[in-house]
């Protein structure tokens, strides 16, 4: 990609450090995030690959009461697409994708495999993500057995072919695995197995890298502890355009010391500057290709889990916006809902809306519909026509043929009004 110029001159100007106005931040995040890219009439895995190099990763999350999670930021950007890409640029070859534990659960591009190489390490040593897996040497060779001789397979495959009868029972909620399940986890974050791709009931298939990745991959070098944090610093810093420090570290869920360092070698080479944005008080740090339009013309729902949104205080410093997931707070202390998306418009978050897709019925379920306070008059006028548009588009994409508001939400009535004339009531 050729650099851009930065977004008014030089960051540095008469020994002051630039700053960016929130709106310029805001506009500068959604380029960086693939916003100001031309559509493509009907999406390939080209675009793909091109939305991917703006988000970095896709994160996966196992909620399906709307669409996965991962699937999600590419609709964002692309607008309506085959579900068959990702199949194809996760399962098929040349592979594109792969997942792992990047931001989070995540899909990333393989040539990142290499990269993430310090954090396999890190993970083999200490045996797991968060809480050690029991050393048992005896079963650890009949796991590797049982993938080498039958992946891609699923942990409830592999059980079977051990005869593991079940659950390891414990008092954490999320963590009732067999040690099957618990030893495939672990190899997957060490590296020793990699994923193959996902069962039609979400669960992963797990296989030898060697069987999943490309070989051209497997035989990249790998960079020390600090060139990987350098390398990932480097690529959160192109999907942000613009960030603090912390934000940075966040993107591939880095320490703060860690991105310290990678952002002060960045500043030396020129890659990102140091500037100010309006209202946050820690310094930022501008990509050296961002840009900086005039405008955004963006209308789309996001995901809870979209990188534009998924942290939190920067959702709010640089849109005003507030944003909680409410999954798992009981239903009657919720305040917008279960699985609610924030609705952009321009450059604006504006809105927010509880989607629920009833597949059996046919129909996109609006649950809530709440608009953001203070929205200057214009906007909020044409808000729910826009919205309504948007959710008329998303519905033809999951193949629903109906649109039902429910009368929740400030901005409920409006928009039933507006989905009247469309697909919907």
Same mark, same amino acid.
């Given at each position: 990609?050729?650099?851009?110029?930065?977004p008014s001159?030089?960051?540095?100007t008469g020994?002051?450090?630039?700053?960016l106005?929130?709106a310029?931040?805001? !506009?500068?995040?959604?380029?960086?995030?693939?916003?100001?890219?031309?559509?493509?009439?009907t999406?390939?895995?080209?675009?793909?690959?091109?939305?991917v $190099?703006r988000?970095?990763?896709?994160?996966?999350d196992?909620?399906n009461?709307?669409?996965r999670?991962?699937?999600?930021p590419?609709?964002?950007?692309?607008?309506p697409?085959d579900l068959?890409?990702?199949? &194809? @640029?996760?399962?098929t070859r040349?592979? !594109?994708?792969?997942e792992?534990?990047a931001?989070?659960? #995540?899909?990333?591009?393989?040539?990142?495999?290499?990269?993430?190489?310090?954090?396999?390490?890190?993970?083999?040593?200490?045996?797991g993500k968060?809480? #050690?897996?029991p050393?048992?040497?005896?079963?650890e060779d009949a796991?590797r057995q049982v993938?080498?001789?039958?992946g891609?397979?699923?942990?409830?495959?592999?059980?079977?072919?051990?005869?593991?009868?079940?659950?390891? !029972?414990?008092?954490?909620?999320?963590w009732?695995?067999?040690?099957t399940?618990r030893?495939?986890d672990?190899?997957?974050t060490?590296?020793?197995v990699?994923i193959a791709g996902?069962?039609?009931?979400?669960e992963?298939?797990y296989?030898?890298p060697?069987?999943?990745?490309?070989a051209?991959?497997?035989?990249l070098?790998v960079?020390d502890?600090e060139?990987a944090?350098?390398?990932?610093?480097r690529?959160?810093?192109?999907?942000?355009?613009?960030?603090t420090?912390r934000?940075? #570290?966040d993107?591939?869920?880095?320490?703060?010391?860690? #991105?310290?360092?990678?952002v002060?070698?960045?500043v030396?080479?020129g890659e990102?500057?140091e500037?100010?944005?309006?209202?946050?008080?820690r310094?930022a740090?501008l990509? &050296? $290709? @961002?840009?900086?339009?005039r405008?955004i013309?963006a !209308?789309t729902?996001?995901?809870?889990?979209d990188p534009?949104?998924w942290?939190?205080?920067r959702?709010?410093?640089l849109?005003?916006?507030?944003?909680?997931? $409410?999954?798992?707070?009981?239903?009657d202390q919720?305040?917008?809902g279960?699985?609610?998306?924030p609705?952009l418009?321009?450059?604006?978050?504006v809105a927010?809306?509880?989607?629920k897709?009833?597949?059996?019925?046919g129909v996109?379920?609006v649950?809530? @519909?709440?608009a953001e306070?203070g929205?200057?008059?214009?906007t909020?006028?044409e808000?729910?026509?826009e919205l309504?548009a948007e959710?008329?588009?998303m519905a033809?994409w999951?193949g629903?043929?109906d649109?039902?508001?429910l009368?929740?939400?400030?901005?409920a009535?409006?928009?039933?009004g507006a989905?009247?004339g469309?697909?919907? &009531?």
């Open positions: 990609m050729a650099p851009h110029p930065p001159g030089r960051a540095r020994g002051h450090t630039q700053t106005s929130r310029q931040a805001r !506009r500068v995040a959604l380029a960086a995030q693939g916003f100001l890219d031309r559509p493509h009439a999406p390939t895995l080209r675009t793909l690959s091109r939305t $190099e988000t970095g990763v896709l994160q996966v196992s909620v009461v709307l669409q999670a991962h699937f999600l590419l609709y964002s950007r692309m607008g697409y068959d890409l990702m199949r &194809r @640029a996760s399962e040349p592979r !594109r994708l792969v792992y534990w931001h989070v659960q #995540a899909y990333m591009p393989v040539e990142l495999w290499p990269v993430m190489q310090f954090r396999m390490e890190q993970y083999r040593r200490q045996r968060w809480s #050690a897996v050393e048992d040497p005896r079963l796991v993938v080498k001789e039958h891609p397979l699923t942990a409830r495959e592999a059980a079977a072919h051990l005869g593991d009868t079940g659950p390891r !029972r414990t008092e954490h909620w999320g009732n695995w067999s040690d399940r030893l495939l672990h190899f997957f060490a590296g020793e990699a996902r069962s039609r009931q979400f992963v298939r296989d030898l060697e069987r999943v990745l490309p051209h991959v497997l035989a070098p960079p502890a060139e944090h350098r390398e990932l610093v690529r959160a810093a192109r999907s942000h355009g613009v960030a420090i934000d940075l #570290a993107y591939y869920r880095m320490s703060v010391a860690e #991105a310290t360092t990678a002060r070698a960045l030396e080479s990102v500057e500037v100010g944005i309006e209202g946050v008080r310094p740090y990509h &050296r $290709e @961002a840009r900086l339009p405008r013309g !209308r729902l996001l995901s809870p889990f534009v949104v942290a939190r205080a959702t709010e410093e849109f005003g916006f507030r944003y909680r997931i $409410e999954i798992y707070t009981p239903a919720r305040v917008h279960y699985y609610v998306l609705f418009l321009g450059e604006r978050l927010r809306v509880d989607l897709a009833d597949r059996t019925a996109l379920l649950r809530s @519909a709440h306070a929205l200057p008059a214009p909020r006028a808000v729910p026509a309504a959710l008329t588009r033809g999951l629903l043929g649109i039902v508001v009368p929740h939400g400030d901005l009535p409006d928009l039933c989905v009247t469309g697909p919907g &009531r």
